[in-house]
T-cell receptor
Framework: GDSVTQMEGPVTLSEEAFLTINCTYTATGYPSLFWYVQYPGEGLQLLLKATKADDKGSNKGFEATYRKETTSFHLEKGSVQVSDSAVYFCALQLYYGGSQGNLIFGKGTKLSVKP | GAVVSQHPSRVICKSGTSVKIECRSLDFQATTMFWYRQFPKKSLMLMATSNEGSKATYEQGVEKDKFLINHASLTLSTLTVTSAHPEDSSFYIC???????????FGQGTRLTVV
């Protein structure tokens, strides 16, 4: 079935380090792909998204490119800050005949950034 | 690993009726549960944050009398959509947070269709 696999955490980095959180998916069709972020004590927020192959989503210095050939949507940031400490979720969504399918989430990756 | 079970996964109801959605943490005590809704072709929207034994905190624009949230125990939160209308048709998903680890686990989601 459709699924999302993301790297297990926790990930601990020093400030200004480069971040990569891997995400791969399995889907029967052509999904939209998302990264959501949950900051401590808050609800989930959409970080970025891509709706078709080769699209690049970006926001707040984070980027992810929809790679159909490798079924991946890895999240990257060139220089992390302490304020980026949060849990990051990769997700996919399929559309069936114009109807919206359910969101399928990865298990989440906790990122801790040390000063 | 931790599991959050959401039930039902799909429900069809008539206009004017009420629908209850359950979110259970199966092997941990969830200090906080979040309820989300996804509108067609939109990302997830946080509806409310629910802490065990206290009233839920609703996001701006969410009608608390229409979307009743009860978090009666550390393993169960319920969302009741009262007097449902077709515009309430949507995908609802819960997530549960365990203690201070701030890792959120998601339910499978509920596809509500009001006819």
């Amino acid at each position: 079935g459709d699924s999302v696999t993301q790297m297990e955490g926790p990930v601990t980095l020093s400030e200004e380090a480069f971040l990569t959180i891997n995400c791969t998916y399995t889907a029967t069709g052509y999904p939209s792909l998302f990264w959501y972020v949950q900051y401590p004590g808050e609800g989930l927020q959409l970080l970025l998204k891509a709706t078709k192959a080769d699209d690049k989503g970006s926001n707040k210095g984070f980027e992810a490119t929809y790679r159909k050939e490798t079924t991946s949507f890895h999240l990257e940031k060139g220089s992390v800050q302490v304020s980026d400490s949060a849990v990051y979720f990769c997700a996919l969504q399929l559309y069936y005949g114009g109807s919206q399918g359910n969101l399928i989430f990865g298990k989440g990756t906790k990122l801790s950034v040390k000063p | 690993g931790a599991v959050v079970s959401q039930h039902p996964s799909r429900v069809i109801c008539k206009s004017g009726t009420s629908v209850k959605i359950e979110c259970r943490s199966l092997d941990f005590q969830a200090t906080t549960m979040f309820w989300y809704r996804q509108f067609p072709k939109k990302s997830l929207m946080l509806m409310a944050t629910s802490n065990e034994g206290s009233k839920a905190t609703y996001e701006q624009g969410v009608e608390k009398d229409k979307f009743l949230i009860n978090h009666a125990s550390l393993t169960l939160s319920t969302l009741t959509v009262t007097s449902a209308h077709p515009e309430d048709s949507s995908f609802y998903i819960c997530s549960a947070t365990r203690g201070q680890r701030l890792v959120a686990f998601f339910g499978q989601g509920t596809r509500l269709t009001v006819v």
